[in-house]
């Protein structure tokens, strides 16, 4: 009895092809219903992934639905218009035709006529993929020139529009916006009069000052209207810091300034001495409260601050809500924070030493540097896989070579993926059989301990054990409200 061809059908429009004529959504759905009828196949569902790019498979919900659907057996066979709705991608297309030979499933396009039922079709789909990876790569390539050379011309390419400027839909042009004019000044004034991005910032929080598209202000968003020379009638491609060899700066066409020029450049050469200043990095592990404490006030992160005065380094934390202006949380030392958390494990209840659980803690340790050692391993196939598709592709080996090759790797492969489930599996059992008591009696030890550990030491066990700790300062002291103990 001849097999029933259970058929899922493809459809993928972007944003760009909406505009074009065969491309539709319904167009594509039509022919692709003819043609399914036409072969006797019987049509399980249509996969309709809406204005997503066809670049990668990732982000495309119906592309995941349809191999979902081939993995279980429910389609063994796909149908799309053409090649590159499913795919633009040569590695994306090697991995689908490799899927859906493993799982028994062919799939056609209507457009080129493919059928990968045999190993014509299957060599012409890489042919094809091959070249639809090449012209969505020149696409980038002269969509990015285009902009370049329209930027060279002194032409503002962002359609988006900008703080100062409001941009004119259908003129391709930009004009000020008088009342952000003035805006702009102040940001420059303040700034050369010696505030922080943080604290204009919080500033414009505070009083309610609108940005361009109704959000907060941020230290980021000051810093990138502070460096922008669009503000002094110059139009810029690309930044300095990101790609020095192609950023480039020129007069802008038609572009009205609305910051003085000597007062962007004294701006700018502030910021440049700043950098300088505060180019020093300092090890995390010094700052190990961060990221574990939470402000209790407002339930918003905490950032942490390291600088050194006369050979001394000072650290300290403070609620990010609170630098833009959100909560009048106060900022504190790290000293500060350290005595509440000692003083905080004082209240815990002392327990008598459990053996079992350092013993566990030895074997979960022995568990996960076996489990590397073989993630290690995995990553080398992984690798020899790209390998030998590269020389597939390049006709370096036949495809029984190939096929032959991929074949004993991927035995190797579930080998070592078996045994890191199995090691998952054990270890999970060890700890899932520690208790909130086990905690507390391992924050005991932790307590006597404390003063003997390094600080990346202290990093480790706060990352490892606690989820947040609850602060507020009162005058001059920091209380802990709570520390919540991850479940182990």
Same mark, same amino acid.
Not at 214 to 228: L, M, R, V
Not at 245 to 254: P, Q, R, S, Y
Not at 394 to 419: A, F, G, T, V
């Given at each position: ?18 505009? %074009? ?28 992934? +809406? ?103 002194? !032409? ?9 400027? +409001? ?9 000020? $916006? ?6 702009? @000044? ?18 414009? !929080?505070?009083? $309610? ?13 000051? *810093?990138?209207?502070? !460096? ?14 990101? $790609? ?109 030493? +459990?053996?079992? /659980? ?17 993630? *290690? ?6 690798? *020899? ?14 495809? +029984? ?27 999970? !059992? ?9 905690? *507390? ?13 390094? @600080? %990346? ?11 947040? /700790? ?9 209380? /802990? ?8």
């Amino acid at each position: 009895m001849e097999e029933k061809i259970v058929t899922g059908i493809y459809i993928r429009v972007s944003t760009e092809d909406q505009a %074009k004529d065969g491309f539709s959504i319904h167009a594509q759905r039509e022919k692709l219903t003819k043609y399914a009828e036409a072969n006797d196949w019987h049509i399980y569902d249509y996969y309709v992934d +809406d204005g997503i790019s066809g670049k990668n498979l990732d982000g495309r919900p119906e592309v995941t639905r349809l191999l979902n659907d081939v993995k279980e057996g429910k389609v063994n066979n796909v149908l799309i218009y053409k090649l590159d709705r499913l795919t633009r991608s040569v590695r994306d297309l090697i991995y689908l035709i490799e899927l859906f030979e493993k799982h028994s499933c062919t799939f056609n396009s209507q457009t080129e006529k493919i059928d990968t039922s045999n190993a014509v079709g299957r060599m012409f789909v890489k042919i094809i993929g091959i070249f639809a990876e090449f012209e969505r790569e020149n696409l980038a390539e002269r969509v990015s020139f285009g902009y370049e050379q329209k930027t060279r011309e002194g !032409n503002y390419t962002n359609t988006n529009g900008v703080y100062g400027y +409001d941009y004119i839909i259908g003129e391709n042009r930009i004009e000020v $916006n008088e009342f952000e004019r003035e805006l702009v @000044n102040k940001i420059f004034d303040l700034y050369i009069d010696g505030e922080s991005y943080f604290k204009i910032a919080r500033a414009f !929080n505070a009083e $309610n000052v609108p940005t361009k598209r109704g959000g907060h202000w941020s230290a980021t968003t000051i *810093k990138s209207i502070i !460096n922008n020379p669009l503000y002094i009638g110059k139009v810029r491609y690309g930044l300095q810091e990101k $790609n020095k060899d192609k950023a480039f700066t020129v007069d802008g066409k038609n572009i009205e300034p609305i910051v003085d020029e000597d007062k962007w450049n004294l701006a700018n050469n502030i910021v440049d001495t700043r950098k300088h200043y505060c180019s020093r990095r300092y090890p995390s592990e010094n700052s190990y409260y961060f990221h574990i404490i939470k402000c209790d006030k407002c339930d918003g992160h905490i950032s942490a601050r390291q600088q050194t005065h006369k050979g001394k380094l000072y650290i300290s934390y403070r609620c990010n809500n609170s630098a833009r202006g959100f909560c009048d949380a106060k900022c504190f030392s790290h000293n500060l924070m350290e005595n509440a958390f000692l003083e905080y494990l004082d209240t815990l209840e002392t327990l008598k030493p +459990d053996k079992s /659980i350092l013993e566990n803690k030895k074997i979960v340790n022995s568990y996960e540097k076996e489990k590397e050692e073989i993630e *290690k391993k995995i990553t080398k196939l992984e690798e *020899k896989k790209k390998s030998v598709r590269s020389q597939f592709i390049n006709d370096l080996i036949s495809i +029984d070579e190939y096929k032959s090759i991929i074949d004993e790797i991927e035995k190797q492969e579930n080998m070592w993926k078996n045994k890191v489930a199995t090691l998952i599996e054990d270890t999970t !059992n060890i700890v899932e059989s520690y208790t909130y008591e086990d905690v *507390k009696e391992i924050v005991t030890n932790i307590k006597l301990n404390w003063k003997h550990l390094t @600080n %990346k030491e202290r990093q480790q066990f706060l990352e490892r054990f606690v989820d947040n /700790i609850k602060v507020y300062k009162v005058k001059n002291k920091v209380k /802990i409200k709570c520390i919540d103990f991850k479940k182990l």
